[in-house]
């Protein structure tokens, strides 16, 4: 970092951190703070701990590392603001702080990941070999052979079904069956998890979107969101410009009413930059865009009863129209019934379960103990982390995004088409 960036972005940490008044009102809500009952692992603890970071020299690596600890096992999960009567922006702060934090083993591998996740060839590898080792059950050979911190990636991707290279996401333009270009189209941002392993939910949001009387696309030419990278202060100017580019000149001259995103972490992110004007292209999150529709879409009854997960994304990082948006839609498929409780962050929040493994477990053990006396037919999680936790966590419920179940249930003909 540049000395004068370093200056800018002190000062604007000096300024998030004044706003805490250190009322404590945010303690309940924090996950870390409630496993852990220690003020340095609760909102206003780490805001203290970030004081002291602005008040540090860069080149003080040892008191820097001795504030770094609750400052990397913050969840950003948001829920402290959601609480706060002050403001606080505690994710902006915690973004900035790890911007001044040495290099650790975590750090690198994160910057690994990130790495992997914004370079398409380098994805599709990954999806590649992932889908090897699952289709021949290879990982009980290959784990031993792994360090720890692979051998826990292997644990968590696996149990998720993936695609042969063959099925990776269809891109392309899918314009409305029967009104074609006369329709207005919506953009699908598949991002890197629709590579790795949201691809089966990619003709689902198609298919709601024609439902609701829209065109789809899917331009071919996107990359990841980057919000992994920008929660860890990485610099992703160049990915929201390719992104930006991608979705510059919807096909046939049609208008382009937004871009809908499926992984509430992603979506957060996005609609955030949206709303900051630091993109020109006007994001929303998948479930609010069909909710604001619904009334366009038809479905059949079903008898089953559903678990809607909101993730920590949903609950906190959208405003707060998105959060009862798949509670919206879910309503209106007849007989259907929608549990719903307060269950607390699940810990998989981008690589957290892999840099902060026991902190991870320990909020997976209550998520689950939450969800499942419920006994629900099945979980619906708009969140790809999420929904991977719960694959790990074999419980036998079966868990899917939203929008694969409710495109199973859409009737054929609908007031869209
Ligand atoms: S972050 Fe907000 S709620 Fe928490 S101590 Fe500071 S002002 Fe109070
Ligand atoms: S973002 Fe989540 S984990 Fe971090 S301090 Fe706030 S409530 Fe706690």
């Known amino acids: 970092m540049s000395d004068k960036r370093q200056k800018d972005t002190r000062h604007t940490l000096a300024q998030l951190t004044d706003q805490c008044v250190k009322c404590g009102l945010c303690l309940p809500a924090c996950p870390t703070f409630q496993i852990t009952d220690n003020e340095a692992a609760s909102p206003r603890g780490r805001v203290v701990l970030a004081e002291?970071?602005?008040?540090?020299?860069?080149?003080?690596?040892?008191?820097?590392?001795?504030?770094?600890?609750?400052?990397?096992?913050?969840?950003?999960?948001?829920?402290?603001?959601?609480?706060?009567?002050?403001?606080?922006?505690?994710?902006?702060?915690?973004?900035?702080?790890?911007?001044?934090?040495?290099?650790?083993?975590?750090?690198r591998l994160t910057r690994r990941m990130t790495a992997t996740l914004h370079s398409r060839w380098r994805r599709r590898l990954l999806a590649a070999v992932l889908y090897v080792v699952q289709k021949n059950r290879l990982a009980p050979w290959l784990k031993p052979l792994l360090p720890v911190t692979l051998q826990r990636g292997l644990q968590h991707t696996l149990p998720v079904p993936l695609g042969p290279l063959a099925s990776a996401p269809a891109t392309g333009w899918?314009?409305?069956?029967?009104?074609?270009?006369?329709?207005?189209?919506?953009?699908?941002?598949?991002?890197?998890?629709?590579?790795?392993?949201?691809?089966?939910?990619?003709?689902?949001?198609?298919?709601?979107?024609?439902?609701?009387?829209?065109?789809?696309?899917?331009?071919?030419?996107?990359?990841?969101?980057?919000?992994?990278?920008?929660?860890?202060?990485?610099?992703i100017h160049a990915l929201t410009q390719t992104n930006a580019r991608a979705f510059s000149n919807p096909p046939e001259n049609t208008q382009l009413t937004t871009v809908v995103v499926l992984n509430t972490g992603c979506s957060a992110h996005l609609e955030a930059l949206t709303k900051k004007k630091k993109t020109q292209t006007v994001y929303e999150d998948v479930m609010r865009f069909l909710s604001r529709h619904r009334h366009q879409l038809r479905f059949t009854p079903s008898t089953e009863t559903v678990f809607a997960h909101r993730p920590c994304t949903q609950q906190h990082g959208l405003a707060a129209d998105a959060d009862q948006s798949m509670l919206h839609l879910l309503n209106q498929v007849p007989g259907l019934t929608v549990l719903t409780a307060a269950t607390g962050c699940c810990g998989a929040a981008g690589n957290y379960y892999l840099t902060q493994p026991q902190m991870s477990d320990a909020l997976a053990q209550q998520w689950h103990a939450a969800i499942t006396p419920l006994q629900p037919d099945r979980v619906l999680s708009p969140n790809i982390g999420c929904s991977m936790q719960w694959h790990e966590l074999d419980s036998g419920i079966p868990v899917e995004h939203p929008v694969a179940f409710l495109a199973r249930q859409l009737e054929t003909r609908t007031a869209g088409t």
């Open 174 to 235: 899918f314009p409305h069956p029967s009104k074609g270009s006369r329709a207005k189209t919506v953009g699908i941002l598949s991002g890197c998890s629709a590579e790795l392993h949201d691809a089966i939910n990619l003709p689902a949001v198609v298919q709601l979107l024609h439902a609701a009387g829209f065109n789809a696309w899917i331009p071919p030419k996107q990359n990841c969101c980057g919000a992994l990278a920008h929660h860890h202060g990485e610099n």
């Open 52 to 107: 002291g970071i602005v008040g540090t020299e860069a080149d003080n690596a040892s008191r820097l590392h001795s504030l770094a600890g609750h400052i990397d096992d913050c969840l950003q999960c948001q829920a402290c603001e959601s609480v706060c009567p002050s403001e606080v922006q505690l994710s902006e702060i915690i973004r900035l702080s790890r911007q001044f934090l040495p290099e650790t083993p975590a750090r």
